[in-house]
């Protein structure tokens, strides 16, 4: 298998609202709030639903990659009811091997609400369920070995089990990938994530606030000189500045690509790593691979969802 990703197995559901319904739920816009099960009920009956896919940050790469024509697999804990079928189904017919055996849970699977405005940002309400309770047990170290590169999503990173499922799979991988995920998650877990990002992971994803924010700097040359000291290949995404890759001394640049009709940025980071990492295991060059994720990225900001079609 090229990649395996592992992250959060969460039932996307698409929803349009108004700003007004973001400021009377106190809800940041184009930000990500952890809620329990009553509060995302609640706010879900006052919703109409658009559409439900298989999600997750990890699970949107992972399904990118396999469009792409590569061998991949995803990690992620669902519980055996209607919307944990769903989400294996939703997987399978995207042909990545979905490499966990569901059972019946006590917490239901995880599941997103994606309010979309009308100017295209993406609030999203999570109600982890399960997907968070993921443990070293439900690691597969058969499938990680066999993968050249490990795919780990920042959301799933969390003290106790996840914390010891991410270890037992870092540690049996050949090579590691990681997204920072949300700006929320960095500064909730920034030691960790510091340790992660110098010490642990061959490649990082970020964007631009998420870097800065962890390694606390003002400036982004600051970033650059961080990224060429730790010997390791930083890629950034920089919205409409495009994207950068940094590794050792080499410092590449993607320009952003323009005119695009924009309809919701669900997805676009999930997608550039996708496309990034495509083109890393098909021996692409840096810009090369930059250039698939700026493409990938651009394709799903102009429809609606993280699911590009086939």
């Known amino acids: 298998m090229k990649i395996l990703g592992i992250g959060?197995?969460?039932?996307?559901?698409?929803?349009?609202?108004?700003?007004?319904?973001?400021?009377q739920n106190n809800l940041t816009k184009s930000t990500m709030k952890l809620v329990d099960?009553?509060?995302?009920?609640?706010?879900?009956?006052?919703?109409?639903?658009?559409?439900?896919?298989?999600?997750?940050?990890?699970?949107?790469?992972?399904?990118?990659?396999?469009?792409?024509?590569?061998?991949?697999?995803?990690?992620?804990?669902?519980?055996?009811?209607?919307?944990?079928?769903?989400?294996?189904?939703?997987?399978?017919?995207?042909?990545?091997?979905?490499?966990?055996?569901?059972?019946?849970?006590?917490?239901?699977?995880g599941t997103c609400l994606i309010l979309i405005t009308p100017d295209s940002e993406?609030?999203?309400?999570?109600?982890?369920?399960?997907?968070g309770k993921i443990s070293e047990k439900d690691i597969d170290t058969n499938a990680v070995k066999k993968s050249e590169i490990l795919f780990l999503e920042g959301?799933?990173?969390?003290?106790?089990?996840?914390?010891?499922?991410?270890?037992?799979?870092?540690?049996?991988?050949?090579?590691?990938?990681?997204?920072l995920s949300d700006l929320f998650c960095v500064e909730r877990h920034k030691p960790h994530f510091l340790e992660l990002v110098r010490n642990k992971l061959d490649i990082?994803?970020?964007?631009?606030?998420?870097?800065?924010?962890?390694?606390?700097?003002?400036?982004?040359?600051?970033?650059?000189?961080?990224a060429k000291t730790i010997n390791k290949l930083i890629v950034i995404t920089r919205g409409e500045?495009?994207?950068?890759?940094?590794?050792?001394?080499?410092?590449?640049?993607?320009s952003a690509n323009k005119n695009l009709q924009i309809k919701d940025l669900t997805g676009a980071g999930?997608?550039?790593?996708?496309?990034?990492?495509?083109?890393?295991?098909?021996?692409?060059?840096?810009?090369?691979?930059l250039e698939k994720g700026t493409e990938m990225s651009s394709k799903v900001i102009q429809i609606i969802g993280a699911r590009l079609n086939r």
Request: aromatic share 8%.
């Open 37 to 109: 099960e009553s509060e995302f009920k609640k706010l879900l009956s006052n919703l109409k639903i658009e559409e439900t896919v298989s999600g997750g940050s990890v699970a949107n790469s992972i399904v990118g990659l396999s469009q792409l024509g590569n061998q991949v697999g995803f990690i992620g804990k669902v519980s055996d009811d209607d919307l944990g079928n769903k989400y294996e189904e939703g997987l399978k017919k995207e042909k990545v091997q979905f490499i966990y055996s569901k059972k019946k849970e006590v917490i239901p699977t």
């Open 270 to 289: 999930d997608l550039f790593a996708g496309g990034f990492l495509h083109g890393m295991i098909n021996n692409k060059s840096t810009k090369e691979s």
């Open 204 to 226: 990082t994803f970020a964007n631009e606030q998420e870097i800065m924010s962890l390694i606390d700097v003002k400036k982004f040359d600051d970033v650059i000189n961080f």
């Open 155 to 179: 959301y799933l990173w969390d003290e106790g089990e996840p914390k010891k499922a991410f270890e037992k799979a870092i540690n049996n991988s050949n090579k590691v990938a990681m997204s």
């Open 122 to 131: 993406r609030t999203m309400v999570t109600f982890l369920g399960t997907a």
């Open 8 to 23: 959060n197995a969460i039932v996307d559901v698409i929803c349009k609202v108004d700003d007004k319904f973001i400021i």
């Open 241 to 254: 500045k495009g994207a950068v890759a940094i590794s050792k001394d080499e410092v590449v640049e993607c």
